[in-house]
Structures are given as structure tokens and as C-alpha cells.
């Protein structure tokens, strides 16, 4: 008997690892409209010289990268500012989150052209953090999850830091001193 409830709870656990919910990330879909524009808040971005990525977790402060970057609509298909749901597949799952459970959510995109991903990236961008309940409960499981809330957002140059033109202040004050 004791082997059958070490059994059962064992496999309860397997299946309960293994619940995943799930996120539709796309910013055009049903009543979701939010382009991501350039730095001029203007020019939506196209093409593969701009990449976008899910960010999810089961709180504001977990977030980390779901699934691959997807690169943007190019100008001539007309869809400049929306990801390329073409370019691979949009539905994702978050393995943090229960399905049916609220998953906090983030979209982030950068310029290739200033890094590999959204960490090492001069130029990028994010939205705001959304609280989404993910799809995937029930049986059958419930589609996807929209990014209800979403809005449209840009990318930014981020500024020096502080510390970092201190020292360079600190640093010319020394060499002055030299002379």
C-alpha cells in the first residue's frame, strides 16, 4: 500500500512539472493593436534588423525570456511594427505557470544592429508588466492567452549611468591635476 501512494504521488508530481501555461504572443490579434515604434516614437520597426521576445513568469520580478526571439512584419507586407507571426511560432509556453494561472508578462524588442539580445543592446524597449491568466486548463486544454493590455511602446537610447560619467569626471579632474 505504501508503494502504491509513493507511486501515485510521484506521478501527481510528473504531471503537475509538466503543466504549462500558455501565452499567444502576438501584438495584433482580436482587440490587441500596439505597433512598436522606433526612437522617434514615429517609424515602426521592420524587418529582421529588429527582434521582439516574450518575458514571463509567476511574478513581476521573474521575468526571463520565453521561447525565441521573433523579428518584425518587413515595410513592404504592410504589418511594420507588429511581430512576424510567420517567423516562427507564437504560441508559448511558460513552464513557471500553471495553465489557468496569472503569469506576469513583458514584451521586449531591440535593434540588432546594437546587440544580440535585449541585455546587451544600446537600443531596445520593453512594454509594461501584465498580469495575464494563461491558457492551456481544462480538458481539452483553453487556447492561448492574448496580451490583453498591451500597449504600444518605443524603443529608447538608454542614457550613461550616473556612476559612470562620475568616474569619467573623476578621471579628467585627475589628469588635469597631472598637468
Do not use: H
Amino acid at each position: 500500500m505504501k508503494k502504491l501512494i509513493a507511486s501515485l504521488a510521484c506521478v501527481l508530481a510528473t504531471f503537475t512539472a509538466l503543466a504549462q501555461g500558455t501565452i499567444n504572443f502576438n501584438n495584433f490579434v482580436g482587440s490587441i493593436d500596439a505597433p512598436v515604434f522606433n526612437v522617434d516614437g514615429v517609424t515602426r520597426l521592420a524587418g529582421n534588423a529588429f527582434m521582439a521576445q516574450l518575458w514571463a513568469g509567476p511574478a513581476a520580478g521573474s521575468l526571463a525570456p520565453i521561447g525565441a526571439a521573433l523579428p518584425f512584419f518587413s515595410l513592404a507586407s504592410g504589418g511594420a511594427g507588429y511581430i512576424d507571426s510567420n517567423a516562427g511560432a507564437t504560441d508559448r509556453s511558460i513552464g513557471t505557470v500553471a495553465p489557468g494561472a496569472i503569469a506576469f508578462v513583458q514584451v521586449r524588442a531591440w535593434s540588432v544592429a546594437t546587440g544580440a539580445d535585449w541585455n546587451s543592446a544600446g537600443i531596445r524597449g520593453q512594454s509594461s508588466t501584465l498580469q495575464i491568466t494563461t491558457g492551456g486548463a481544462g480538458n481539452p486544454p483553453s487556447l492561448p492567452a492574448d496580451l490583453t493590455g498591451l500597449t504600444s511602446f518605443n524603443l529608447v537610447v538608454p542614457e550613461p549611468s550616473t556612476i559612470v560619467l562620475g568616474l569619467l569626471g573623476a578621471g579628467a579632474l585627475l589628469l588635469r591635476r597631472r598637468k
